[in-house]
């Protein structure tokens, strides 16, 4: 039994996949309890919806007259307008459209003129690119206030020509004060980087207001699973270093010895752009901006707190956390089990209860590494996580620590998998539930 069980509290926004039915192990099926949102989350109906709308126009951008051309070019920079506006950009600070996170932080390493200082704390993404330059990483203390001290030591040291720091641990959640951290970087003449994959999903964030130099994240993080992401920043490391990628629409124009690259955007945006990944993206910042931000925040964190308060009574169960002072956390939560490994526990809970979470490294490696553990669970909420969803979950960790599984396990590949599977997977299952776009 959960510790609010009677209390109801519904999806914020509607999400697709939300009543998938899957398949149990055992038989029969289960509504899709998706707690793995901070990998990926599920498109929002505005973003399916909008996608839908511009299915039949789409064509080549910037590269014909055609009236579907001019629809797509038109749409596709209206959303760098859009994505602009929702995370309140300066003027001097544009939108270069990539794939993802991991391609945004990999293209500004290639514009950074200096070295770079990142915590060992860091998703691998905005941890291996730095190297290029000069990385230099600060060990984070246990508390966020020796972390910053040991960051400000560090950048007073030696100059460093950026601050790489993440919004929000993809592992715990834990928030560090950007507002603060921009303000120490600029002190010290370094400019900030947020690492934004795991913080844009949640809290509204405000270039101008706190200071951020150059912010990157993912659609498919972000509710827009359509291909894009982007590096938002200050355009003149990004006019001055060499194009991200050389090819048609970085260029004025080529001879048969040189080329005049064009300035940023379009200089890091060679090849033919994702317009349907813009249009998904920017369809989701105009639905989130829609969402009263109290409110998300408050559910977020009632559904989290409720999970963890629940988990808590279950014996075995361990939190991860970073900082001992932190006091602010967007809705994830880590976790282990004494007695069983984390895949086992995760390739449980989807085979016999329809439940996702991530477990593993997180791509974390040195932060699950200071913290002890090689390996845990994740579960992560979003928009259209419900109290229910939460209770089904700590009953079913709660169920395996007193019961036990009622299917084998066994690894195969690596991975913990029930024996025998009896599940389909692949095009089958995915063609048996009916897909609207
Ligand atoms: N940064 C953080 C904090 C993340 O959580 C992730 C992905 O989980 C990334 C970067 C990389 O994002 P992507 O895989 O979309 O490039």
């Known amino acids: 039994m959960t510790a609010f069980a009677d209390q109801s509290c519904a999806a914020l926004a509607t999400v697709s996949g939300c009543d998938l039915a899957v398949p149990l192990v055992q038989g029969g099926t289960a509504t899709y309890a998706n707690f793995d949102y901070a990998a990926s989350a599920p498109a929002l109906r505005q973003v399916t919806d909008r996608v839908a709308e511009l299915l039949p126009y789409y064509a080549s951008v910037h590269r014909g007259a ?21 995370l309140n950009a300066a003027d001097d600070q544009c939108v270069v459209f990539t794939r993802n996170t991991t391609d945004s932080l990999n293209l500004l390493a290639s514009c950074v003129p200096g070295d770079t200082v990142v915590l060992d704390t860091e998703h691998h ?28 030591a560090e950048l007073c040291a030696k100059p460093a020509a950026l601050l790489a720091i993440t919004g929000a641990s993809n592992v715990t959640g834990e928030l560090l004060p950007i507002e603060r951290l921009a303000w120490i970087a600029h002190q010290c003449g370094t400019r900030i980087l947020v690492d ?14 706190t200071g951020i130099d150059y912010l990157a994240c993912s659609g498919h993080k972000l509710y827009a699973p359509f291909g894009a992401g982007v590096l938002v920043g200050r355009r003149d490391w990004l006019d001055a270093a060499e194009p991200y990628l050389a090819g048609g629409g970085a260029v004025r124009q080529v001879t048969a010895t040189e080329a005049d690259w064009a300035p940023a955007p ?28 109290t409110t998300v925040t408050e559910h977020e964190l009632y559904l989290a707190h409720r999970l963890r308060y629940g988990l808590k009574t279950v014996p075995g169960v361990k939190f991860l ?38 477990d593993g490294r997180f791509c974390a490696h040195p932060l699950l590494a200071k913290l002890g553990v090689d ?17 089904r979950l700590i009953d079913a960790v709660s169920s395996l620590v007193e019961h036990g599984a009622k299917w084998n396990y066994g690894r195969t590949e690596g991975h913990w998998n029930p024996v025998p599977e009896t599940r389909p997977f692949g095009g089958d299952a995915a063609g048996a539930a009916p897909c609207v776009l």
């Open 66 to 86: 055609g009236y579907a051309s001019r629809v797509s070019t038109d749409c596709y920079e209206n959303s760098r307008k859009t994505v602009a506006r929702f």
């Open 125 to 152: 993404a905005n941890f291996l690119p730095w190297t290029r330059n000069g990385r230099r990483v600060v060990r984070a203390a246990d508390t966020i206030e020796e972390t910053i001290q040991r960051i400000v």
């Open 196 to 209: 934004a994959a795991q913080l844009a999903p949640h809290r509204r964030i405000d270039l101008q207001g």
């Open 266 to 293: 379009q200089r890091h945006e060679a090849g033919s752009p994702n317009v349907l990944g813009a249009a998904a993206l920017a369809a989701a910042c105009d639905a989130l901006a829609a969402l009263d931000e």
């Open 321 to 358: 956390r970073i900082w001992r002072d932190s006091t602010d956390a967007v809705g994830i939560v880590a976790f282990t089990v004494d007695g069983f490994e984390p895949g086992q526990v995760a390739a449980y809970l989807s085979a016999e209860h329809g439940i996702g979470v991530r």
């Open 375 to 391: 390996g845990a669970l994740r579960a992560s909420i979003g928009l259209g996580t419900t109290a229910a969803d939460v209770d």
